[in-house]
């Protein structure tokens, strides 16, 4: 996704979800599949392998649950630290949640 692309989902998301230190912000996309963006603070994290590892296990989860998702654009944004398996349930649950979204797989956005 592009700079614009982000700030499109950040100013005008079609849906919100937050659980904890983790929020996703949703926006139907024309492109006919889901697409991913991730924010991960520097300030928050401030060693690059730890950065590094959440933004593999939220890729992860994206690929197995990709082909589930309706076609959005997805910015997931992580606030605070958290163990790798509180945050792999976390977005289970939450992905679990987008893909129960019938109103996202309409066109009328």
């Known amino acids: 996704m592009s700079a614009h692309q982000y700030t ?3 100013k005008r998301p079609n849906l919100v979800v937050s659980d ?18 991730l924010v991960i603070a520097k300030r ?3 060693k690059a392998v730890r ?7 939220i890729r992860d989860v994206f690929r197995r ?6 076609p959005v ?10 163990e790798d398996d509180r945050l792999h349930q ?10 129960r979204k019938e109103d996202l797989r309409q066109s009328d956005y």
């Open 8 to 10: 499109e989902v950040f």
């Open 20 to 37: 904890g230190p983790l929020r996703i912000r949703v926006k139907v996309n024309t492109e006919g599949h889901a697409r991913l963006g």
């Open 44 to 46: 928050v994290f401030s």
């Open 51 to 57: 950065r590094n590892r959440i933004k593999r296990i």
């Open 65 to 70: 649950k990709l082909s589930g998702l309706p």
């Open 73 to 82: 654009d997805l910015v997931i944004q992580v606030f605070a630290e958290l």
């Open 90 to 99: 976390m977005l289970e649950r939450q992905f679990l949640i987008l893909e």
